[in-house]
């Protein structure tokens, strides 16, 4: 089992940055491939980026493709997720994913464990 707590959402305008973290608990992290998703209202959650369990591999949705960068910290159990040039389109809740399988499952929505989510508002 493995507990995934987002954090670092928050209101910023367009053109902004923000960081999200994600820390876990639970079995060893170092274990899992990590991913972000996100869902805006009315529509359904969409993949944004996925992170192999070493961090050597690395996979992002076109939308956000130069303006997020995934990385994680295996010492410190945490991924992160870092949104520049933020856009209007980009607002949505946001969440942290957790799989054991290989990392290019995440990009097809399939992950075992996911957290309760951290909402970010870009204003234009």
């Known amino acids: 089992q493995v507990q995934l707590v987002e954090s670092g959402g928050g209101l910023v305008q367009a053109g902004g940055s923000l960081r999200l973290s994600c820390a876990a608990s639970?079995?060893?992290?170092?274990?899992?491939?990590m991913g972000w998703f996100r869902q805006a209202p009315g529509k359904e959650r969409e993949f944004v980026a996925a992170?192999?369990?070493?961090?050597?591999?690395?996979y992002y949705e076109d939308s956000v493709k130069g303006r997020f960068t995934i990385s994680r910290d295996n010492a410190k159990n945490t991924v992160y997720l870092q949104m520049n040039s933020l856009k209007p389109e980009d607002t949505a809740a946001y969440y942290c994913?957790?799989?054991?399988?290989?990392?290019?499952?995440?990009?097809?929505?399939?992950?075992?464990?996911w957290g309760q989510g951290t909402q970010v508002t870009v204003s234009s």
């Open positions: 639970g079995r060893t992290f170092s274990g899992y491939a």
């Open positions: 994913a957790a799989t054991y399988k290989a990392y290019r499952e995440l990009t097809i929505g399939r992950c075992d464990y």
């Open positions: 992170i192999s369990r070493s961090g050597g591999s690395i």
